[in-house]
């Protein structure tokens, strides 16, 4: 998977709707994603990037979010992991060109 391409093919328009901690999280999972666009990140490293604050529920509601916009696909955010203490997002970046 390309991802400067990725990034190259979402329409400015896209990323000026959505809001800066939309915005940073996004690009932390395209960064985060492996060669197949999958990727897996814990809460923690998501509210590095986005903010302190960012409950269960808004990071569920931001990738909901970032899927509607086309961006992400194949969301799963479970409960937390035993050995992390936190919750951890399963993901796939959508890839615009297909």
Request: net charge positive; glycine share 10%.
């Amino acid at each position: 998977m390309d991802k400067f391409r990725i990034l190259r093919s979402v329409e400015s328009s896209t990323f000026q709707r959505l809001e800066p901690e939309e915005l940073r999280v996004y690009l932390l999972l395209l960064a985060n994603s492996g060669k197949n666009g999958r990727g897996t990140i814990n809460g923690r490293s998501l509210r590095k990037a986005a903010g302190t604050h960012l409950s269960r529920k808004k990071i569920a509601e931001m990738c909901e979010t970032l899927r509607e916009h086309g961006l992400l696909q194949g969301v799963l955010l479970l409960p937390h992991d035993p050995t992390e203490h936190d919750l951890v997002l399963r993901y796939g970046i959508a890839d615009p060109c297909g």
